[in-house]
């Protein structure tokens, strides 16, 4: 299982990310916006991904990622169980979710090509 100090270190090693509580989880930001929270009690990262994305992990996740519940898992939202993903797989998505929210400037700066 994915530890809760493994989820910070890999969510702060991304350029520029805060982190901050919000409601009873850890939000990892960057600009101010969110893109992955993480609930030490159930297990759970949350990372924001676009649909074309949410569908690749969630086929690629074997049960240990799928969109949330409702409304905000069609905006993208996307559940990861630290139970079963590999910690790798779980870098691969936070990666991917700081793609997503991060401004263009900051995603050239960073990684560019």
Known sequence: MITSETV???????PE?????HFE????RING???ATHSAEKQQVVVKLNEVDQSVFSAMGKGSCYPV???????GWTVIELSSAEEVFLQDALKTAWLTVA????VT???PG
Not at 17 to 21: I, K, L, R, V, Y
Not at 103 to 106: A, T, V
């Open 33 to 35: 916006k969110i893109f």
């Open 25 to 28: 989880k850890n939000a990892f």
């Open 109 to 111: 700066k960073y990684f």
């Open 69 to 75: 519940a409702g409304g905000w898992g069609k905006q």
């Open 17 to 21: 990310t805060m982190e901050q509580p």
């Open 103 to 106: 401004p263009p400037k900051l």
């Open 8 to 14: 910070r270190q890999l969510a702060l090693a991304l």
